[in-house]
């Protein structure tokens, strides 16, 4: 079944949107440079226990995954402002239908529509 079509971003939704993409941009800079020393390999000589060991290393891993979300976070919403800087902000990268402004309130750096997000999440599983 065909969804209706989104309408566009009126003003006010743009500047909000933008708004929250250049708050998101500083935030995810900060959280990435804050735990960068987090995320470091743990060294193996350092002489602490075997299970204190284990757990830095958990913890490593675990700082490591969600920089690489913010990591990528961070670029989808770069690439979010260069199309607000382009004026196609709003469009789906893949098909240009409007994203709609539900959609891009909750996730301002979304790149694709919900119909072009949930094919390419099938596709790749
Ligand atoms: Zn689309």
Redesign the pocket.
């Known amino acids: 079944m065909a969804r209706p079509p989104e309408p566009e971003l009126t003003p006010t939704e743009a500047e909000a949107l933008q708004r929250a993409l250049r708050a998101l941009e500083r935030e995810l800079a900060q959280s990435l440079a804050g735990s960068r020393e987090a995320a470091a390999p743990v060294d193996l000589d350092e002489p602490i226990g075997r299970v204190s060991r284990i757990d830095a290393i958990q913890q490593q891993k675990m700082v490591e995954a969600s920089r690489d979300g913010m990591a990528l976070r961070a670029r989808q919403v770069r690439a979010a402002l260069a199309r607000v800087a382009e004026g196609t902000y709003g469009e789906?990268?893949?098909?240009?239908?409007n994203?709609g402004y539900r959609r891009l309130e909750a996730r301002p750096e979304a790149p694709?529509?919900?119909?072009?997000?949930s094919r390419s999440e099938r596709g790749s599983r």
């Open positions: 789906c990268v893949s098909c240009e239908e994203v694709f529509c919900i119909a072009c997000q």
